[in-house]
C-alpha cells in the first residue's frame, strides 16, 4: 500500500510564508507527477502546482510567482513553498502522486491540512 502523509499547514497573517511538505512511503513503487490540490468551502477542489519525474512545473495563474513546488525524489517527498500568502489562499491542501506500480497507475491523495490566512 501507499501513503501520502502531509505536513507544515497552519495559520498565517496575509503576507506571511509556510512550507508544506508530503512524504510517499510504501514499496515496489515509482511515482510520476506529483502536485497540491486546495479545496476552500464551498468550492471545487482546485489544482494548486504540479511537478513531473522530470522536474517540470506548472502552477495556477493565482499562484505564480508567490509558491514554488518541488521535489526530492531520494525522499518520496515533494514540498510546496508558500510566500506572500493571501486570504484567498485559505483551504485544505492536498497533496497527490500519480504512481506507478507493476503495468498500473494509482492516484493517491493525503489526508489534507489545513492553510489559514488571516487579514
Known amino acids: 500500500q501507499v501513503q501520502l502523509v502531509e505536513s507544515g499547514g497552519g495559520s498565517v497573517q496575509a503576507g506571511g510564508s509556510l512550507r508544506l511538505s508530503c512524504a510517499v512511503s510504501g514499496s515496489d513503487f515509482s511515482i510520476n507527477t506529483m502536485g497540491w490540490y486546495r479545496q476552500a468551502p464551498g468550492k471545487r477542489r482546485e489544482l494548486v502546482a504540479a511537478?513531473?519525474?522530470?522536474?517540470?512545473?506548472n502552477y495556477a495563474d493565482s499562484v505564480k510567482d508567490r509558491f514554488t513546488i518541488s521535489r526530492d525524489n531520494a525522499k518520496n517527498t515533494v514540498y510546496l513553498q508558500m510566500t506572500s500568502l493571501k486570504p484567498e489562499d485559505t483551504a485544505v491542501y492536498y497533496c497527490h502522486a500519480d504512481v506507478s506500480r507493476g503495468v498500473w497507475r494509482y492516484d493517491y491523495w493525503g489526508q489534507g491540512t489545513q492553510v489559514t490566512v488571516s487579514s
Open positions: 511537478i513531473t519525474s522530470g522536474g517540470i512545473t
